[in-house]
């Protein structure tokens, strides 16, 4: 499984620019800024406990090059450079010990530890400050979280002022915007590495010195799917009136209605069911319940083939 590179590109440029990430989780949107990341020249490990997950990340990221370059999304990157900057290894591999004899495989270079893992507070606190324990004060250690404030992980980090939320929107390739969140202890000089890194991926970095729940726009789209939700409980409208209203009015492909379906209702219940404990479980119970039914059948959207509306069964 492993397909790890030699360090024959140690950075000769000092610490602050980042050419060498680990990836801590090789899911939907792991795969993503793996693939984002090794076709503008940055090295990745990707790391997971499924071999599974790895060697279909990968396979992934090879399926995709020719259309995402012919779409301008990726820069030319061919199969080859694709496998020497990707790195596929277990945890183990990164927190098993000492790596001071290791220092072949690069990971003493790693400039950034990015954790994409499920959102699930004590599962993260556990993974991020095992990196941080691993890893040098040097390597900054980051979250990819989607709604958790840097706070609540970056008291359990060793040197906190390396630690941030580098948060991607998906698709990556097309949505090209990351946020660059700052905690009580950020320093600036891990917001301006992370931005330099964010651009130099062809993403542009949106950098938040006050913490925020959702960031900016996970924040705002948080009010309209909340009021969409509100406006279908109440019986106003039903769900395709409601997005028939909003696209008309806004010129936008997809309502309120489509995006659940796009996003998952299953993905959005989890992320509600976390804002319970910094909104208040009066906010999100209500709007739980409203998805609840449709989960329970096991309509969860586009990747179900059902959701709010109907989707074909093969999705690619």
Known sequence: METIFDNDHSSDSGARNIEQVAIIGAGWTGRQIAGQMITHGVRVILCDESSGALNTSRAWIIANLTAFQTQGYWPATSQEQVDSRLGLVHPDFLFGGDHSATGSIGVREVGLVLECIPEQVALKRRVLKRASEVFGESTIVASNSSYFVPSTFSKHVRHPERYAHFHFHVPIWKATVVDVASGPQTSEETLERLSLLAKKIGQTPIVQRRENSGYIFNAMLKSVLKSALELLDRDVATAEDIDLAWTKATGMPLGPFGIMDQIGLDILVQTMSNGRFVDGDEVWSPLIAKL????????????????????PVDNG
């Open 292 to 311: 609840q039914p449709y989960i329970d059948a096991g309509h969860l959207g586009v990747k179900t083939g059902k959701g709010f509306y109907n989707y």
